[in-house]
């Protein structure tokens, strides 16, 4: 599968996004949070797919809670993956992450997995049709396990989406400490970024094979789902 990301994840992007993101951690925490919550009662050896790993943050979360457990890491950009690298190495989880430089559609299909994250990623695939993603992260899923995917969202073409975009300016003004406009927010979406509205990436979920998934997570933007792939 063609993902179509564009190519802003180098090396300046990539040694700037914590720190960028700083500024929004209560969002990013409560997030992490919930996830940790819906993967409770997952084994004390499973094995966690992150995919679109970034630098890494959501492994770091999930690791230094649950000793035992194991993460594979994918990504395309090598510059993202330098620095999950090494976060992990200052955190003392290498030895418990493997990172694989590429797309998902490239790797082995194990189908062992106990879970599968993807954050913030699938709003850079410049598809409405994007299901593959989530075909191949089902393929790589054991039966009755949970898939995780959270993405920005939303119908651009809604009377109300500008209203939107007045919150989603004022916390990119505040991360960046600089202001930032609708009108400017939204051209960047518009070249960077294709948004789905909330219910058509669920039809996708469903149609990839997962049971029907749930909204367990939104702040302004930012949308995130639950799904299970079915036991048998």
């Not at 040694?15 to 997030?31: F, G, K, V």
């Not at 690298?85 to 694989?100: D, F, I, N, V």
């Not at 651009?156 to 990119?172: C, P, S, T």
């Amino acid at each position: 599968m063609n993902n179509d990301t564009n190519d802003i994840f180098n090396s300046e992007f990539s040694r700037q996004y914590d720190a960028y993101n700083a500024a929004m951690d209560a969002i990013s925490h409560n997030l992490h949070l919930l996830i940790s919550i819906l993967l409770r009662d997952l084994p004390e050896d499973a094995r966690i797919l992150c995919v679109g790993v970034g630098t890494g943050s959501e492994i770091v979360r999930l690791a230094e809670t649950h000793p035992g457990w194991r993460f594979t890491g994918v990504a395309p950009s090598p510059d993202m993956l330098a620095v999950c690298a090494e976060k992990l190495q200052r955190k003392g989880l290498s030895e418990r992450c493997m990172l694989t430089e590429g797309y998902l559609g490239d790797m082995p299909v194990s189908g062992d997995y106990d879970a599968a994250l993807c954050l913030l990623v699938t709003h850079f695939i410049q598809s409405d049709t994007r299901n593959g993603i989530y075909q191949q992260m089902h393929a790589q899923l054991l039966p009755g396990a949970k898939m995780i995917t959270a993405e920005i969202a939303g119908d651009m073409a809604a009377q109300d989406f500008e209203e939107k975009l007045v919150a989603w300016a004022g916390m990119h003004s505040l991360a960046s400490n600089t202001k930032r406009t609708p009108q400017e927010l939204k051209a960047q979406m518009e070249q960077r970024l294709l948004l789905l509205p909330p219910e058509q990436t669920e039809r996708l979920i469903t149609a990839s094979g997962f049971l029907t998934p749930q909204r367990f997570f939104q702040s302004l933007l930012i949308h995130g789902w639950v799904a299970t792939k079915p036991a048998n």
